[in-house]
């Protein structure tokens, strides 16, 4: 199992930028995946950037070139630096682990954090 925790949310002028913080329980080097996503109301959640275990990253076309994953291994967390913000930008963002071994593969969710992003 593994617990993610979830800050750096907020309030913030588009052009802007922030930095979501997702700190897991556990050695980011025991999680095959850890990803953030997105949620907006009324839309399906949608996948913004991961890394994999090996430190492969991915990203979400409508974020490329402006938000960036990371993660520090010491501290057990995944970073999403968010720059350029757009209003359309704004959601509740989820981290999300994924735990893989040969038997069954987890997902594991924190609670979100809200950035809503004023024009």
């Known amino acids: 199992q593994v617990q993610l925790v979830e800050s750096g949310g907020g309030l913030v002028q588009a052009g802007g930028s922030l930095r979501l913080s997702c700190a897991a329980s556990r050695s980011i080097f025991s999680i095959a995946l850890v990803g953030w996503y997105r949620q907006a109301p009324g839309k399906q959640r949608e996948l913004v950037a991961h890394?994999?275990?090996?430190?492969?990253?991915n990203y979400a076309d409508s974020v490329k070139g402006r938000f960036t994953i990371s993660r520090d291994i010491a501290k057990n967390t995944v970073y999403l630096q968010m720059l350029n913000l757009k209003p359309e930008d704004t959601a509740v963002y989820y981290c999300?682990?994924?735990?893989?071994?040969?038997?069954?593969?987890?997902?594991?969710w924190g609670q979100g954090t809200q950035v809503t992003v004023s024009s």
């Open positions: 999300n682990a994924v735990l893989s071994t040969m038997y069954k593969v987890e997902n594991y």
């Open positions: 890394i994999t275990m090996g430190g492969n990253e």
